[in-house]
């Protein structure tokens, strides 16, 4: 063989080994795992090029963020299941600024009021599934964080088979500067509406605005007078059932209007949503996870032109850290601070003027007033987060106008907290040399966020007209 012959066979065997290995690396994985064709990184905002519109960062985020999340138990001889949606915020190597890398497993955001059956305690069975782009479910998910107030949660998925990348969090809504507050611009959110057939599904539009929205829900509870036998006959009582199929056929019932949850800072969003939307991300054009889907009004209420909403990231950045630090780390927890572990309940102008507006337009119904205020549990009550206030002694808190976070009780075991009694109005708080002013309940919410343990909070408050401060150490 002579010495050209040698080359050209060194050649052609050079060309084959280079394919093989090209096929071997890189077109066999892209066969195997089509669903996986972005390259893989733990964050996908570090995948995005200038290249890709918001349509290709959907489908990355679909492919590899983005989840339905489904809440079974049983209650008697029933089965329900709450479905929702979620994305993923963090997982393997997430960098906290606490000092600590996470290890575990994948960190899901999602909406409260999809994960609140699990935490009523009416139910028992509770499973907590996650259902991936691929439509495998993975079972054995537990909730580690969760606010009525801001329709937050986190649930914490361990499952070893489970691979998901997360997404950035961007807060443009609450504490960001002017110019990088969201306003008219393009968004986009993915979610399962409606059942699973429509997993992961896309829909974008707009920002309505720049001004934030007080939305609330709400639930109706069936009266009806049913007559009982007793020891001088028939008399008569008023029963009452949040279900009207099991009002008993042709008895005349009243439906009475009661507020579940009051949501502030909702950002209003024309892009299309529903059930089964909840909690999912809600994106900006450059991939930013911002919020999370939330509102939707029906079209009769709306007349016609559906509004919906999605409620801000920013409680979720303050509490991630921690929530992660906790749950991969035994022995001193790092405290996060909210109404609930501190004992509190108050309302602010905004909650009270819708909850007493309610009340007073079904005690003034033309039709029926006169009835409902024989009704002893709506005449001589108010209604808040779950429970009913004397209207004799509280109805200076539902008739109140100001700015500030009114106190209505307060049972905290936190030396000092006791001077924040019924009745005073909070209208700032400092920790350290930042100064926060509370006009309303999420202003109060978002410096009891800020809390560290072992810091010092001097809380300003009107008692009487009178100003007054106290410090209390956390």
């Not at 059932?241 to 949501?263: F, H, K, Q, R, S």
């Not at 009704?375 to 100001?402: C, H, M, R, W």
Request: charged residues 20%; glycine residues 8%.
């Amino acid at each position: 063989m002579n010495k050209k012959s040698v080359i050209n066979v060194i050649v052609t065997l050079a060309v084959i080994l280079l394919i093989s290995f090209m096929v071997y690396y890189f077109v066999i994985p892209l066969i195997e795992n089509d669903k996986k064709s972005y390259s893989q990184s733990n964050c996908l905002n570090d995948q995005i090029t200038q290249e890709m519109d918001i349509y290709d960062i959907a489908k990355l985020y679909r492919d590899n963020a983005c989840v339905a999340v489904t809440v079974t138990g049983q209650s008697g001889l029933y089965n329900y299941t709450s479905l929702g949606s979620g994305v993923c915020i963090a997982g393997h190597d997430y960098e906290t600024d606490l000092g600590y890398t996470s290890t575990g497993g994948y960190y899901i955001a999602t909406n409260y009021h999809v994960v609140d059956m699990a935490l009523s305690g009416d139910y028992s069975n509770i499973e907590i599934e996650i259902i991936t782009e691929d439509e495998l479910s993975y079972g054995g998910c537990e909730i580690l964080w969760y606010s009525k107030d801001f329709d937050l949660a986190i649930i914490y998925c361990g499952n070893d088979q489970l691979q998901l990348d997360y997404v950035k969090m961007k807060d443009r809504v609450v504490n960001c500067d002017e110019s990088d507050k969201i306003d008219i611009e393009q968004i986009f959110t993915i979610g399962s509406p409606l059942d699973l057939q429509n997993l992961n599904d896309f829909t974008t539009g707009y920002v309505r605005n720049n001004s934030l929205k007080t939305e609330y829900t709400g639930f109706y509870k069936y009266y009806y007078q049913q007559s009982i036998f007793g020891g001088f006959g028939n008399q008569s009582s008023w029963q009452s059932t949040e279900d009207e199929d099991e009002v008993p056929d042709g008895v005349t019932y009243y439906p009475l209007a009661y507020i579940d949850n009051v949501y502030e800072d909702v950002v209003s969003m024309s892009v299309e949503i529903s059930p089964g939307n909840s909690g999912g991300g809600v994106f900006d054009a450059k991939g930013n996870l911002i919020g999370l889907a939330t509102l939707s009004t029906s079209v009769s209420s709306s007349n016609g032109n559906q509004i919906n909403g999605f409620v801000s990231i920013y409680p979720l950045i303050q509490v991630l850290d921690r929530v992660i630090y906790n749950n991969e780390n035994s022995g001193n927890d790092y405290s996060i601070y909210d109404l609930e572990n501190l004992d509190l309940v108050g309302i602010d102008s905004q909650e009270a003027g819708i909850i007493y507006s309610i009340k007073f337009q079904q005690e003034n119904d033309v039709d029926y007033g006169s009835v409902i205020r024989t009704i002893s549990e709506f005449a001589d009550y108010y209604y808040l987060d779950g429970v009913y206030y004397s209207e004799s002694e509280y109805q200076s808190a539902f008739t109140f106008e100001d700015d500030g976070y009114y106190i209505i009780t307060n049972d905290s075991t936190i030396s000092n907290m006791q001077y924040l009694s019924a009745g005073i109005v909070i209208t700032q708080g400092k920790i350290g040399s930042e100064t926060y002013t509370i006009e309303n309940r999420n202003d109060f919410l978002y410096m009891l966020l800020d809390i560290d343990d072992g810091e010092s909070v001097t809380f300003t408050y009107l008692k009487d007209g009178i100003s007054s401060s106290v410090t209390v150490q956390f």
